[in-house]
């Protein structure tokens, strides 16, 4: 008879913790950066002759006299969380991705096992050549070619 779940302690559970801690501090970042409001002295927005991957490179490798309008770093902010978000998706894909027989990994181009083999297959040929005698195929006509 179930009772219910059992919480495992040990070592199963330091990564669980890490992954909250981590996610409580990004969280806490997030909350506390002001994302104010992009604004030049023509208005909002950036000015149609100024290129936005230009002043977010300059902001990322703080090249701040570089800039020719400022106050891109909160752009810059959603430009990493966006990064590290698909960093983190790509990471989860090919965990899932993974594919295991008898508890070892199998790699999708392993060149090993029974497919590989040429025991019982004629080999590849192609010129369209005729079989010869001894099982395998030879060229014919290549000279006229």
């Known amino acids: 008879m179930t009772t219910g779940p059992k919480l495992r302690l040990g070592k199963t559970l330091v990564p669980g913790l890490l992954a909250v801690g981590l996610f409580g501090v990004m969280a806490l970042i997030t909350l506390n950066t002001a994302f104010e409001p992009m604004t030049t002295a023509a ?55 993974k594919r295991e027989e008898g508890g070892e990994p199998v790699s999708a181009l392993s060149s090993t096992g029974e497919a590989s083999s040429s025991e019982g297959r004629e080999p590849a040929v192609a010129d369209g050549g005729n079989r010869s005698d001894d099982g395998f195929r030879t060229e014919t006509g290549g000279e006229n070619r």
């Open 43 to 97: 208005g909002a927005g950036f000015p149609s002759d100024v290129s936005i991957t230009a002043e977010l490179g300059y902001a990322l490798f703080g090249f701040d006299e570089l800039q020719t309008i400022g106050g891109t770093e909160p752009f810059l902010a959603a430009v990493l969380l966006v990064a590290v978000a698909l960093d983190a998706a790509l990471d989860a894909s090919l965990v899932l991705a």
